[in-house]
């Protein structure tokens, strides 16, 4: 199974950039996908999560109203669409997949997870 995360890049304050993560290998259909940031000396931090059955979406208060998760089944790819980007976005974003559903406390843990991308930086400037 592969998460083959893109999109990442450098935009100003303001703008907007979408990733992509396309999964291979196996679909996620019962399952959950999400993103994940990590800026340089802090903790993996929860962005947004989707519910691959019924498109039900969960986002991280940081980035609520900005970012929006969704879901292209035909491409087994998830987007994370962010817009109004600021510069305490700057992190190296993740996809991550689990093949199974769970309770809603527990979308927002990494540990959660069991397949990870490789990683996309996004570097917002002021």
């Known amino acids: 199974v592969q998460l083959q995360a893109s999109g990442g890049g450098l935009v100003q304050a303001g703008g907007s950039l979408r990733l992509s993560c396309a999964a291979s290998?196996?679909?996620?259909?019962?399952?959950?996908m999400g993103w994940f940031r990590q800026a340089p000396g802090k903790e993996r931090e929860f962005v947004a999560a989707?519910?691959?059955?019924?498109?039900?979406?969960y986002y991280g208060d940081s980035v609520k109203g900005r970012f929006t998760i969704s879901r292209d089944s035909a491409k087994n790819t998830v987007y994370l669409q962010m817009n109004s980007l600021k510069p305490e976005d700057t992190a190296v974003y993740f996809c991550?997949?689990?093949?199974?559903?769970?309770?809603?406390?527990?979308?927002?843990?990494?540990?959660?997870?069991?397949?990870w991308g490789q990683g996309t930086l996004v570097t917002v400037s002021s």
């Open positions: 991550a997949a689990r093949g199974r559903d769970i309770i809603l406390v527990y979308i927002r843990m990494a540990t959660q997870y069991n397949y």
């Open positions: 290998g196996r679909t996620f259909s019962s399952g959950i």
């Open positions: 989707i519910r691959w059955s019924f498109g039900g979406t």
